[in-house]
């Protein structure tokens, strides 16, 4: 019994003289509040699921009311919640929320990058997260004119960095890809024709008459068509490229015809085989020249593997890290506006792969605008 309580207090001593504290069984010392001075906890600095989900954790401005007007600002998120002209499986108005829940882990002050050591979050850009523009879903028509003031709302204002650029530039999350000819027209607005550089798996320069337009013209106002739109509303040079290109056609011969007649040249799925992630880079860039681009990525130029939350999915795709190094390498690029278009959350899985792959695209979008600013 001795030398048991001889050890204990040699235990005891040498525990003290090591200066070895261990954390009382509950967490915190019975003496003390558990959470101590409210003075002591900061709420400013919080969890990422807390406060308003905006994407990568940005600012958000009600970009709509007058109030926004002294507000300034350099390039924009804006919401497209729009689906009512797919020709498959709805669900892309709820894209938008589903990006910005994908960008939860994402903030500035955790931006910078592994491959360039940068952070375009912190550069000399101001972002902002405008939220979604208030659509109506009872009329396309209605619908597509109210995202187009938006855009030119968003897009009317002085920029905040008028030494770079004097008009904000914007990045849309879709929402299906119709929303696209809304800011292409807004695009052309302020900056005139542009070169679309068009990540996907469809061509989506479709005849209005071949796909939908023998319902009603409303109708051929669609997912399909809007690049034949844009092109014979003047909106894009015959500079442009489709990238990513599978999906089957409608006409033997008369799409792509079409397809060229709009201006387009095509990069398929399959030809990263071939030419890898380098040439496919090479193709873009030598398309486009130097010209301003519009880009526009239809999450369904990933294979469904990485990307099964869309509504046309297209075997054969992309990876992920395939079409990011492309992005990457679009670098000095004028690039004066872009979207992420086609997300529906509903097809995804508990791993949320589509959104998380979303919105790493838009990162990479913003990442083009920060790394060349464009004058007007």
């Given at each position: ?141 209605v619908a597509l004119k109210q995202l187009q003031k938006a855009h030119e709302v968003i897009s009317g204002r002085t920029a905040n960095a008028t030494a770079k650029s004097s008009i904000p530039r914007i990045i849309t999350f ?105 040439g496919v880079i090479k193709k873009l860039r030598e398309r486009v020249g130097a010209s301003k681009v519009y880009i526009s990525v239809d999450i369904d130029v990933l294979d469904p593997a990485f990307a099964p939350a869309t ?66």
């Amino acid at each position: 019994m001795a030398s048991s309580a001889l050890a204990i207090a040699l235990l005891v001593v040498s525990v003290s003289a090591r200066d070895i504290v261990f954390p009382p069984v509950a967490g915190f010392d019975v003496h003390q509040s558990p959470i101590g001075s409210s003075n002591d906890v900061d709420i400013v600095i919080g969890s990422a699921f807390s406060g308003l989900t905006t994407f990568a954790n940005l600012p958000y401005i009600s970009c709509f009311d007058d109030k926004s007007e002294t507000e300034k600002y350099d390039i924009a998120i804006l919401g497209a919640p729009f689906d009512t002209s797919v020709t498959a499986r709805p669900g892309a108005r709820f894209g938008p929320g589903g990006i910005r829940r994908g960008s939860r882990r994402m903030a500035p002050l955790m931006g910078w990058s592994v491959y360039t050591g940068k952070n375009s979050f912190m550069d000399w850009a101001k972002i902002i997260d405008c939220g979604d523009a208030p659509l109506t879903f009872l009329d396309n028509t209605v619908a597509l004119k109210q995202l187009q003031k938006a855009h030119e709302v968003i897009s009317g204002r002085t920029a905040n960095a008028t030494a770079k650029s004097s008009i904000p530039r914007i990045i849309t999350f879709g929402g299906d890809h119709t929303t696209t000819l809304a800011a292409l027209r807004s695009t052309h607005k302020r900056w005139g024709a542009v070169s679309v550089i068009h990540f996907d798996s469809h061509i989506d320069t479709w005849d209005p008459e071949v796909l939908g337009g023998d319902v009603s013209h409303y109708a051929g106002v669609n997912h399909g068509t809007f690049l034949h739109l844009a092109h014979e509303e003047g909106l894009i040079f015959d500079t442009s490229i489709h990238a990513g290109i599978r999906a089957p056609l409608v006409r033997r011969k008369g799409d792509v015809r079409n397809d060229i007649r709009c201006g387009f040249e095509t990069v398929t799925a399959r030809q990263i085989d071939r030419i890898g992630v380098d040439g496919v880079i090479k193709k873009l860039r030598e398309r486009v020249g130097a010209s301003k681009v519009y880009i526009s990525v239809d999450i369904d130029v990933l294979d469904p593997a990485f990307a099964p939350a869309t509504g046309t999915s297209e075997v054969g795709g992309w990876t992920t890290r395939e079409l990011l190094s492309i992005l990457d390498g679009l670098e000095g690029l004028q690039v004066v506006g872009a979207d992420v278009v086609e997300v529906a959350p509903i097809y995804d899985n508990p791993g949320e792969t589509t959104v998380l792959a979303a919105a790493e695209v838009a990162h990479s979008l913003l990442t083009l605008m920060v790394q060349k600013a464009v004058k007007a």
